[in-house]
């Protein structure tokens, strides 16, 4: 059964970036079938998503976020990452990792069981 | 703001039917497919729905979805205490050069 793991700091200084780990078990990260993304949500808001990434590392991102994002793929250790830079506040979420399927029509499949960012000083 | 408009809550007594809504344009619903996501209480979103009516493995046929237009349903029949949950619809909006994915605000189900 495939299982996605968001790992990385819980607490991010105002104007740092933000960096975070999903690793993939029970599966490979290099299937043609799916994209692997990033979504956050704000307490009690909320969904957003972030951005996308396929196995080749072809990306695409909100346009919204994109300025400060980047995201990006390690085959080797099946796991994909989120940098955000310049946080503030607002960024403070919960984040997400998920599977995009071909077979779902890139509708979120499997999901991480998050991790809580903090943006403070 | 979203994208897409739910309303904020709906509510309904256990074993009766409940439907929730999610409003888009052409950009997006209108001309993309639509997936709901369930969220219980302090959990990951979990896949209810997918390209509009279909159900992943493992989730009851009391779930159901329909589109129509920039519009989208969700339907849950025979309400359990279970169900209490935030819904989402979620889908992609082709308005800029590459695709862009979108949820609703979310609609909290109390089942009363």
């Known amino acids: 059964q495939l299982q996605l793991q968001e790992s990385g700091p819980g607490l991010v200084k105002p104007s740092e970036t933000l960096s975070l780990t999903c690793t993939v078990s029970g599966g490979s990260i290099s299937s043609s079938s799916y994209y692997w993304g990033w979504i956050r949500q704000p307490p009690g808001k909320g969904l957003e998503w972030i951005g996308s990434?396929?196995?080749?590392?072809?990306?695409y991102y909100n346009p919204s976020l994109k300025s400060r994002v980047t995201i990006s793929v390690d085959t080797s250790k099946n796991q994909f990452s989120l940098k955000l830079s310049s946080v503030t506040a607002a960024d403070t979420a919960v984040y997400y990792c998920?599977?995009?399927?071909?077979?779902?029509?890139?509708?979120?499949?499997?999901w991480g069981q998050g991790t809580m960012v903090t943006v403070s000083s | 703001q979203s994208v897409l408009t739910q309303p904020p809550s709906v509510s309904a007594a256990p074993g009766q039917k409940v439907t929730i809504s999610c409003s888009g344009s052409s950009s997006n619903i209108g001309n993309n497919y639509v997936s709901w996501y369930q969220q219980l209480p302090g959990t990951a979103p979990k896949l209810l729905i997918y390209d509009n009516n279909k159900r992943p493995s493992g989730i009851p046929d009391r779930f159901s979805g329909s589109k129509s237009g920039t519009s989208a349903t969700l339907g849950i029949t025979g309400l359990q205490t279970g169900d209490e949950a935030d819904y989402y619809c979620g889908t992609w909006d082709s308005s800029l050069s590459a695709g862009n994915a979108v949820f609703g605000g979310g609609t909290q189900l109390t089942v009363l």
């Open positions: 990434i396929y196995y080749s590392g072809s990306t």
């Open positions: 998920a599977r995009q399927s071909v077979t779902t029509n890139d509708a979120f499949d499997i």
